[in-house]
């Protein structure tokens, strides 16, 4: 069974880091890209940011290019969230997910999901 499970969040102040975990079981990463998404209240879900297994490239959304890093560890099946000066507007629900096509943004590209885990920046 395909699962994930997020860590890491937390209440930060602005300007702050967090890192966020992403724990992956039921499948190996090859073929697959790992995205993160982050839901705020109100809003529509949105990918942060996301890996390719196959090579190792990345995307970002242009409101976290430079504060936020995307890591994995294929052997512990373990992406990671390095999240740098945080913004208030960074609040949200963040998810990570699965998908067979490096870049795809939307959520029906993604099969599998974590529950989440919250992370709230203060100003």
């Known amino acids: 069974e395909v699962q994930f499970v997020e860590s890491g969040g937390g209440l930060v102040q602005a300007g702050g880091s967090l890192r966020l975990s992403c724990a992956a079981s039921?499948?190996?990463?090859?073929?697959?890209?790992i995205g993160w998404f982050r839901q705020a209240p109100g809003k529509e879900r949105e990918l942060v940011t996301c890996?390719?297994?196959?090579?190792?490239?990345?995307w970002y959304r242009g409101s976290v290019k430079g504060r936020f890093t995307i890591s994995s560890d294929s052997a512990k099946n373990m992406v990671y969230l390095n999240m740098n000066s945080l913004k208030p507007e960074d609040t949200a629900h963040y998810y990570c997910?699965?998908?067979?096509?490096?870049?795809?943004?939307?959520?029906?590209?993604?099969?599998?999901w974590g529950q989440g885990t919250q992370v709230t920046v203060s100003s």
């Open positions: 997910a699965r998908s067979r096509w490096f870049g795809a943004t939307t959520e029906l590209d993604y099969d599998y």
């Open positions: 039921g499948f190996t990463f090859d073929g697959y890209a």
């Open positions: 890996i390719s297994s196959t090579d190792g490239r990345t």
